[in-house]
C-alpha cells in the first residue's frame, strides 16, 4: 500500500487522504460492516463515547481476524457519530484508543455526523474495507 499525499499539502494528523494499492493474484478484499461499541454477545457495557470507540475498533480487529487479516490491512474507514461535538471533545481518548487497538496505521478516513443511528445506545459505528495481500 502507497499513502497519497500532494507534496503541497500539509501532512494530515491521524489518517490519510488517500491509499493505493496494486492488487496481486490472491489478494483478497474485506469489507467490515458497521461495528458498533457492544460486545460480542450485543449487549453495551458503557455509554461513555471513548469506550464505546475502543470497542468497537476491537469489534472491528476481531472481524478482520476472522477473515485472516490485520488492522495494517485497513485501507478505508467511515465513522459515523452521532454528537460532533462529543467526538471532536473525546480526541484525545480516541486516538489513545485507536494507537492501542489498530496501531501507527493511518488509512484514509472519513467521518460523518448522523442524525441517528439504528441501535439507541450507540455513540459511533465504524465501517472498513481492508485489503490482504497473498502472503497474509
Not at 487522504?17 to 457492544?38: D, K, P, Y
Amino acid at each position: 500500500m502507497k499513502i497519497l499525499q500532494p507534496p503541497d499539502w500539509a501532512a494530515p494528523r491521524g489518517y490519510s487522504n488517500g491509499i493505493m494499492t496494486e492488487m496481486q493474484a490472491g489478494s483478497r478484499l474485506i469489507f467490515v460492516g458497521g461495528q458498533i461499541g457492544w460486545n460480542g454477545q450485543c449487549e453495551f457495557e458503557t455509554d461513555d463515547f471513548g469506550l464505546q470507540v475502543a470497542q468497537t475498533l476491537r469489534n472491528i480487529v476481531a472481524v478482520l481476524e476472522a477473515g485472516g487479516a490485520k488492522a495494517e490491512h485497513i485501507t478505508r474507514m467511515t465513522w459515523y457519530v452521532k454528537d460532533k461535538a462529543e467526538y471532536v471533545g473525546a480526541y484525545p481518548v480516541i486516538g489513545q484508543h485507536y494507537r492501542d487497538i489498530i496501531g501507527r496505521h493511518f488509512p484514509a478516513m472519513t467521518a460523518v455526523e448522523v442524525a441517528d443511528l439504528v441501535e439507541p445506545r450507540a455513540k459511533v459505528e465504524i465501517e472498513v474495507t481492508a485489503v490482504v495481500p497473498p502472503a497474509a
